[in-house]
């Protein structure tokens, strides 16, 4: 199989996004019939809520679209598999990451891409357009800066603020870890992982890992220059800078492995990559050296490091990747509509630990009712229970933390999420009816 791109049975997806026009815009929330509607909603009727949120700031949450809307940050320096290729070029992924907010979600999601590489301007950014929005989730930002950017704002801001890539990527791989192993039968506590990448994605999952029993001393993990230990003496000379990497170069790799990822992956259990897109990155005769009834996730986008069919030839048993043409995607998009639904809909203030860990959870436990299986280790991203289940599990746990504003029910969570992402669904169903959302032909 070629690269995504060139793939023959596919359309074109620049001349996809040229015909549209990208994948956004923005549409009314209320009727506009006459001039008497432009002097309720603009001047001189829309003083009055301007005056009520003068006030009191909270009313914005309920007289404006502030409580349905988030900001998707990002300054372009790592985006997908392409890399820092800027603000201006990375807008398409983060018009997608709109796209899915919108339809899984019922989320208004505007995309903001600046034009900075510093970390103090990019908090700034954040921290001036808080007023606007109701959640902030950060996007395709490089580490070490998204670390710091992160735990700057989730500190600072009245709002939940929320790293997909850190965050979300690691609710999605720990929950389907959890799943693969029991497919295959093997104990959390007693695998060996191999972890190939140790960029945001991995980092946030190492840490995830460990808050589910899993001890650092049964992961070994890979960089660019290879397997972290005490020894690296680069990772070590930056330790300020990179300290998370060096933390699992202190804690993990018990038997001292060096090494590459054949190393790595020698007799591992399960294999958790988050690295270079590229099918040459993890080779079939590594995954042939894994320990019985191996797990693959090979989740670089939009190219997996191994092939699905090369790793099951190699004698993977359970394969994962982060695309959704693939059985048993391991994609942050599983998570994130239904978080932040969650999130909005009872006010939280910010997004816990705790949070992260209930979202996991429910995310494993979202997939059983279709059955387990090496094809199913998740619920696909069309399941439209999922979104709803992983709202209701997050405002619950946040309103238990007192970090609510609201306090609603169970039911009522449940029925204002399903209220609102059916309402968006049938918007898109409406217009696609009416033709004013033309479906692209399949021969391009």
């Given at each position: 199989?070629?690269?995504?791109?060139?793939?023959?049975d596919?359309?074109?997806?620049?001349?996809?996004?040229?015909?549209?026009?990208?994948?956004?815009?923005?549409?009314?929330?209320?009727?506009?019939?006459?001039?008497?509607?432009?002097?309720?909603?603009?001047?001189?009727?829309?003083?009055?809520?301007?005056?009520?949120?003068?006030?009191?700031?909270?009313?914005?949450?309920?007289?404006?679209?502030?409580?349905?809307?988030?900001?998707?940050?990002?300054?372009?320096?790592?985006?997908?598999?392409?890399?820092?290729?800027?603000?201006?070029?990375?807008?398409?992924?983060m018009?997608?990451?709109?796209?899915?907010?919108?339809?899984?979600?019922?989320?208004?999601?505007?995309?903001?891409?600046?034009?900075?590489?510093?970390?103090?301007?990019?908090?700034?950014?954040?921290?001036?357009?808080?007023?606007?929005?109701g959640?902030?989730?950060?996007?395709?930002?490089?580490?070490?800066?998204?670390?710091?950017?992160?735990?700057?704002?989730?500190?600072?801001?009245?709002?939940?603020?929320?790293?997909?890539?850190?965050?979300?990527?690691a609710v999605v791989?720990?929950?389907?870890?959890?799943?693969?192993?029991?497919?295959?039968?093997?104990?959390?506590?007693?695998?060996?992982?191999?972890?190939?990448?140790?960029?945001?994605?991995?980092?946030?999952?190492?840490?995830?890992?460990?808050?589910?029993?899993?001890?650092?001393a049964?992961?070994v993990?890979?960089?660019?220059?290879?397997?972290?230990?005490?020894?690296?003496?680069?990772?070590?000379?930056?330790?300020?800078?990179?300290?998370?990497?060096?933390?699992?170069?202190?804690?993990?790799?018990?038997?001292?492995?060096?090494?590459?990822?054949?190393?790595?992956?020698?007799?591992a259990?399960?294999?958790?990559?988050?690295?270079?897109?590229?099918?040459?990155?993890?080779?079939?005769?590594?995954?042939?050296?894994?320990?019985?009834?191996?797990?693959?996730?090979a989740?670089?986008?939009?190219?997996?490091?191994?092939?699905?069919?090369?790793?099951?030839?190699?004698?993977?048993?359970?394969v994962?990747?982060?695309?959704?043409?693939?059985?048993n995607q391991?994609?942050?998009?599983?998570?994130?509509?239904g978080?932040?639904?969650?999130?909005?809909?009872?006010?939280?203030?910010?997004?816990?630990?705790?949070?992260?860990?209930?979202?996991?959870?429910?995310?494993a436990?979202?997939?059983?009712?279709?059955g387990?299986?090496?094809?199913?280790?998740?619920?696909?991203?069309?399941?439209?229970?999922?979104?709803?289940?992983?709202a209701?599990?997050?405002?619950?746990?946040?309103?238990?933390?007192?970090?609510?504003?609201?306090?609603?029910?169970?039911?009522?969570?449940?029925?204002?999420?399903?209220?609102?992402?059916?309402?968006?669904?049938?918007?898109?169903?409406l217009?696609?009816?009416?033709?004013?959302?033309?479906?692209?032909?399949?021969?391009?």
């Amino acid at each position: 199989m070629t690269a995504f791109a060139s793939r023959s049975d596919e359309p074109n997806p620049v001349e996809l996004h040229r015909r549209y026009g990208g994948k956004m815009q923005t549409i009314l929330k209320c009727p506009i019939r006459d001039e008497r509607d432009f002097a309720i909603w603009y001047t001189p009727g829309v003083a009055a809520p301007c005056k009520a949120i003068q006030a009191n700031p909270d009313e914005s949450f309920e007289l404006t679209n502030r409580a349905n809307s988030i900001a998707i940050l990002s300054d372009g320096t790592r985006v997908l598999g392409l890399g820092n290729i800027g603000p201006t070029a990375g807008l398409p992924v983060m018009e997608g990451k709109a796209l899915l907010f919108k339809i899984l979600g019922g989320i208004d999601a505007i995309p903001i891409c600046v034009r900075t590489r510093s970390e103090d301007e990019l908090i700034r950014v954040a921290e001036m357009i808080e007023p606007t929005f109701g959640g902030i989730n950060l996007e395709d930002i490089a580490q070490p800066k998204c670390f710091r950017v992160l735990d700057a704002l989730r500190q600072r801001m009245a709002i939940p603020v929320w790293h997909d890539d850190q965050q979300g990527t690691a609710v999605v791989a720990v929950a389907g870890l959890v799943n693969a192993l029991r497919v295959v039968g093997k104990p959390l506590g007693q695998v060996r992982i191999a972890m190939v990448g140790i960029g945001a994605a991995n980092v946030a999952t190492y840490r995830l890992l460990k808050r589910v029993g899993v001890s650092p001393a049964q992961i070994v993990a890979c960089d660019r220059k290879g397997i972290l230990h005490p020894g690296r003496t680069d990772l070590e000379a930056i330790q300020q800078e990179f300290d998370d990497k060096w933390r699992v170069c202190c804690e993990s790799n018990a038997d001292r492995v060096t090494g590459g990822i054949a190393e790595a992956l020698r007799g591992a259990d399960a294999c958790l990559a988050f690295s270079e897109p590229g099918p040459q990155t993890i080779r079939p005769e590594w995954v042939a050296g894994m320990a019985e009834r191996a797990i693959v996730f090979a989740c670089a986008n939009p190219v997996p490091e191994i092939w699905p069919a090369a790793a099951r030839e190699a004698g993977a048993v359970i394969v994962a990747t982060g695309r959704s043409d693939f059985p048993n995607q391991v994609n942050n998009s599983l998570v994130f509509p239904g978080l932040f639904r969650g999130v909005l809909d009872v006010r939280a203030r910010k997004i816990t630990d705790r949070m992260i860990l209930v979202a996991m959870h429910e995310l494993a436990a979202a997939a059983e009712p279709g059955g387990l299986t090496n094809d199913r280790i998740l619920p696909p991203m069309t399941d439209r229970e999922l979104p709803i289940r992983l709202a209701v599990a997050v405002g619950l746990v946040a309103q238990r933390e007192g970090i609510a504003l609201l306090n609603l029910s169970e039911e009522a969570i449940r029925t204002r999420a399903a209220r609102i992402i059916e309402r968006t669904r049938a918007s898109m169903d409406l217009l696609t009816r009416e033709g004013l959302l033309a479906p692209w032909p399949i021969d391009g």
